[in-house]
C-alpha cells in the first residue's frame, strides 16, 4: 500500500516553498489576475490569484509543445499567448522553475519581469546556500553529516537531533 504524498515544504534547490508562494502573490495585481510557478515535471510549487494549477500546466504546455520551445525558453525568451482579452506568459527562471502570469491584454510586461527577477534572486540565493552547506560553509568542528539536510525527490528533510 503506497503512502499518500506529503505537500513538499521545500524545492529541489533547498528553498523553503514559502518564498515561491510570497513571489507570486505580490506578482498578482491590478492587471495580473494569476501566477504560477511549476517545477520542470509540471508540478506546481506556487499560485495565486485566479488561476488554478490545471490551467497553469495546460498554458505551460501549450507554450512548450513547438519543438524548439524549450530551449528558446531556457535561453531567457518568454512565450505570450492570447487567451481573448487576456494573455499569458510562460518563461523559465533561473534555468529551474516555469512561471505562469496570466494578466490583461494591455498589461506591459514590469510585472513579469518583477516575478521572473525575484525567482531568479531567490534561486540563485539558495543554491548559494545550499553550496555552502555541501562544502562545509562557516561550520566548526562539530558541524557534520548528522546537520545537513538530506536531499531526496527535490524535498529537504532535516535529519532528527
Known amino acids: 500500500m503506497r503512502r499518500p504524498r506529503q505537500p513538499a515544504t521545500s524545492y529541489n534547490v533547498g528553498m523553503d516553498i514559502a518564498e ?15 501566477a504560477a510557478i511549476l517545477d520542470g515535471e509540471g508540478k506546481p ?6 488561476l ?3 490551467e ?7 507554450a512548450t509543445r513547438d ?16 487567451l481573448g482579452d487576456r494573455k499569458a506568459v510562460v518563461g523559465i527562471a533561473a534555468r529551474s522553475v516555469f512561471y505562469v502570469v496570466v494578466c490583461d491584454v494591455a498589461a506591459d ?3 513579469v519581469e518583477r516575478l521572473r527577477s525575484a525567482l531568479e534572486r531567490l534561486i540563485q540565493n539558495a543554491r548559494a546556500a545550499r553550496g555552502m552547506i ?15 539536510p538530506v536531499i531526496e525527490l527535490g524535498i529537504t528533510v532535516r535529519k532528527p537531533s
Open 20 to 34: 515561491l508562494e510570497l513571489a507570486v502573490e505580490n506578482a498578482v495585481s491590478a492587471s495580473v489576475v494569476g
Open 45 to 50: 510549487l506556487a499560485i495565486a490569484g485566479a
Open 52 to 54: 488554478d494549477a490545471d
Open 56 to 62: 497553469a500546466r495546460a498554458v505551460a504546455a501549450h
Open 67 to 82: 519543438g524548439a520551445a524549450p530551449q528558446r525558453l531556457l535561453a531567457g525568451e518568454q512565450r505570450t499567448i492570447l
Open 109 to 111: 510586461h514590469g510585472a
Open 134 to 148: 555541501a562544502s562545509g560553509g562557516s561550520g566548526g568542528s562539530s558541524s557534520g553529516p548528522a546537520e545537513l
